[in-house]
């Protein structure tokens, strides 16, 4: 078969969701022409609609997974099976795309977790080579050019901050008022989660009109802002930037000195073509990444692209989501705006020796599951039945869940590696996913989810249910921690600016860079590190130019 | 319309007759009054009822390898009702009728017969360990992480029926939107509604949307 080969680029870019496209912004903005290669389409806000059975049931925006299986098994001496492992749209704006865009900035400790915490047996933890100060400008940068609404001071725990948000919050949803009342009434800090939607009319775009279909689904508004609909159009309008859907790379290839020289990819129609490039960077999500690295092998590389201490792919986290599900007399609409127009606490994500565990997470309301129709269900619901339907009928309107985020800690062993027998459409091996929680990561989702449960009884609730975490099933799509960064290159894949530490032209700018996952939701931070990787690679060209 | 069905008339009567067991009808309507069964016969023509089209008016033609996914899944889902109503036929002449003409508790213990096999428990509960929202949801599923083809017949068909009287009437279920009314659901009047961005749902919110300390 013929390869179409292109002209060298000054950056070639594989991925267009939130990281991506973040680099592709900064990067067109400061001179260099980029080409991005993405896996599915490039879709525009028409073809989204307020359509449950095709946004969650049937994959429209999920990666179907007749096409792009993963395996995941519980340990290496366990069969993998096939599972929808920790999804995440494969198309342009990425996870962007279906989020509810919930966007706390991790705090100071978290870049020291380590540090904080001390060493806990099993775990493979690590500071991060980079601290909260220095990202700081970057998170501003995000939030502004996403008009974030939120509360700049309501998170008593919340590190400094050098402006507020662009938008106040969004409007009180009953769900959220009743979190708030059961914090408050157990003297716990809580605050407006601050979100990627316009609480009113910004940069152009209006205010959202607050439809019930939003989490997990395309947002034909416009209103809540994501990589597609913000940053693409950004690095669009420099007239630098390349952007190539339905585009699957196979490969990154390397020269005979062992550095990136561009990616052989397949078309939609199959042709295969070959792009060169001055840099590389990667930003396919933690866990597809490293698949790629893995599949990237040569005479330079012969465990995968950058591998030669075999960390690619291991110190993967997923952060479990879990909820305490509770049931009041008046209704709660716990759908209404998409069922996440939430309530937050970081009143337990700091470190805190006495809890005997170390970290904690993230808490906020949120509807119970998907909170539509069709997705709705509760903890020990029959699946069908006159029980089954009494149960939809008394508790659609009247049931909310109290959840919260576990910060899972790193483990050499839990790893991304390619499956020996599964392959997908394009018939390259899928990404198997080993993993076996840690017994802090357990201890942590029970204490949360009590405390959770307490915040719903104390807003006065009928009835609670705590539903544990047990395992990791990576149901709410964060994936972190396969290409950790670090100072030393015998303890990690990357360097402090995200650079391959045996491939100097080559970047790594998704989550996969993340030394631990944290306890909070981390897009918000994956955007801006990919901003400060991007502004880090201008430096470099501008640097080479001008001496 | 024989090319928008797939069921043959008495696999229709069996299925519709089961689906009316999933979600009964009591004081208000149920899984018949719904239209289930048109929504999953219609899903089971092929794939040209697969994706409404975003504002509603007609479906989308799939083309590539969405085309391919879509056209292997339903062949799957297809057979495994086929077989589905023949189990459910061979365990209702034990009790001396076709299931269509067994009265509904009759019916109710030949679907937990066929959901859980007697002496195969293990194997039920493998089944349904693959699917935590429509199986035995002992817990709280943030997203559907089922790929349909890996559901076996009773649990399909509990997620088929929820599909056809929660989704969008377009897609030929939730007749008048009963499913929605029984719930009290208040979505919108059609698809085009949310494409357009006219559907809000600010009436369900707080009484004081504002949060303190940023009034202005």
């Known amino acids: 078969m013929t390869t179409t080969r292109h002209d060298r680029t000054d950056v070639l870019i594989i991925g267009a969701g939130a990281s991506g496209a973040t680099a592709a912004k900064v990067l067109t903005e400061r001179g260099l022409r980029v080409v991005a290669l993405e896996k599915g389409p490039w879709r525009t806000k028409e073809t989204f609609s307020g359509d449950e059975l095709a946004s969650i049931n049937r994959y429209d925006l999920w990666p179907d997974p007749l096409l792009n299986p993963r395996t995941h098994r519980t340990g290496a001496d366990q069969p993998a099976t096939e599972q929808l492992f920790c999804p995440v749209p494969q198309m342009v704006g990425g996870g962007t795309v279906h989020w509810q865009g919930w966007l706390p900035r991790f705090t100071e400790d978290d870049f020291r977790f380590h540090s904080v915490v001390g060493g806990v047996p099993g775990a493979s933890l690590a500071d991060w080579p980079i601290t909260y100060a220095e990202l700081e400008p970057y998170y501003t940068a995000v939030e502004w050019a996403f008009g974030v609404s939120g509360q700049a001071g309501a998170n008593a725990f919340e590190s400094f901050r050098s402006k507020g948000y662009p938008c106040p919050p969004m409007p009180m949803s009953r769900y959220a008022e009743k979190y708030h009342a059961g914090a408050s009434a157990l003297g716990w800090n809580s605050f407006p989660t601050p979100q990627a939607a316009l609480s009113q009319p910004f940069d152009g775009r209006p205010a959202t009109v607050l439809s019930a279909f939003a989490q997990q689904h395309g947002d034909p508004t416009g209103t809540r802002s994501s990589a597609l609909n913000v940053f693409v159009p950004h690095a669009v309008a420099t007239g630098r930037y390349d952007l190539r859907p339905d585009s699957y790379v196979r490969e990154i290839t390397v020269d005979e000195r062992g550095r990136a020289r561009g990616a052989v990819y397949e078309d939609a129609q199959g042709t295969l073509h070959e792009q060169r490039a001055d840099v590389v960077v990667l930003a396919c999500g933690a866990v597809e990444t490293a698949r790629l690295m893995l599949l990237s092998t040569s005479a330079r590389h012969p465990h995968g692209l950058a591998n030669d201490n075999d960390l690619v792919g291991r110190n993967v986290t997923f952060h479990e989501f879990s909820s305490a599900v509770a049931t009041f007399d008046d209704p709660v609409y716990a759908w209404a705006g998409g069922g996440y127009v939430s309530a937050s606490s970081f009143q337990f994500y700091a470190h805190d020796d006495d809890r005997g565990f170390a970290g904690g997470g993230h808490m906020a309301s949120s509807g119970v599951g998907i909170p539509l129709p069709i997705n709705w269900t509760m903890p020990d619901r029959p699946a069908w039945g006159a029980e089954a339907k009494r149960i939809d009928r008394e508790l659609f309107n009247h049931s909310m869940a109290a959840s919260m985020v576990v910060h899972d800690l790193p483990q050499h062993d839990n790893r991304v590696d390619l499956d020996d027998t599964v392959v997908d459409d394009w018939g390259l091996p899928v990404a198997r996913i080993t993993l076996t929680p840690h017994e802090n990561d357990l201890a942590m989702g029970r204490f949360l989810i009590d405390r959770s449960a307490e915040i719903m009884e104390a807003a006065g609730a009928t009835s609670v249910q705590r539903v544990y975490p047990e395992r990791v099933t990576g149901n709410c799509s964060h994936q972190h921690g396969t290409t950790r960064m670090g100072d030393d290159p015998a303890t990690s894949v990357l360097d402090r600016d995200c650079r391959a530490h045996t491939v100097d032209n080559l970047f790594v700018v998704d989550g996969g860079s993340f030394p631990t996952g944290t306890g909070a939701n981390p897009t918000l931070t994956i955007m801006a590190n990919a901003w400060r990787v991007a502004d880090r690679i201008a430096d470099g060209r501008d640097a080479r130019t001008t001496s | ?216």
């Not at chain 2, 697969?50 to 297809?78: K, Q, S």
Request: no cysteine; aromatic share 10%; charged share 25%.
């Open chain 2, 1 to 216: 319309m024989t090319d928008d069905t797939f069921f043959d008339p008495h696999q229709r009567a069996t299925i519709a007759a089961a689906m009316a067991r999933m979600i009964p009808t009591d004081d208000v309507p149920g899984a018949a009054e719904a239209g289930t069964i048109d929504f999953l016969d219609r899903y089971l023509s092929g794939p040209g009822y697969v994706y409404a089209a975003p504002d509603g008016d007609g479906f989308e033609t799939l083309t590539g390898r969405r085309l391919e996914a879509w056209t292997r899944r339903i062949a799957v889902v297809r057979e495994r009702y086929v077989a589905g109503v023949e189990l459910l036929d061979a365990a209702a002449r034990r009790r001396g009728a076709d299931f269509v003409d067994l009265g509904p508790e009759a019916q109710d213990q030949v679907l937990r017969e066929v959901e859980r096999p007697e002496g195969r428990e293990e194997e039920a509960d493998l089944a349904r360990s693959q699917v935590t929202l429509y199986g035995a949801p002992v817990e709280v599923a943030l997203q559907q992480t089922s790929a349909e083809v890996d559901l076996g017949f009773l649990p399909l068909l509990a997620l088929h029926t929820r599909q056809g009287f929660y989704a969008d009437p377009v897609y030929g279920g939730n007749r008048d939107h009963v499913g929605w009314q029984v719930i009290g659901f208040p979505g919108p009047a059609s698809l085009a509604e949310v494409h357009q961005g006219l559907y809000t749902t600010i009436d369900y919110f707080a009484d004081n949307r504002v949060h303190p300390g940023t009034e202005d």
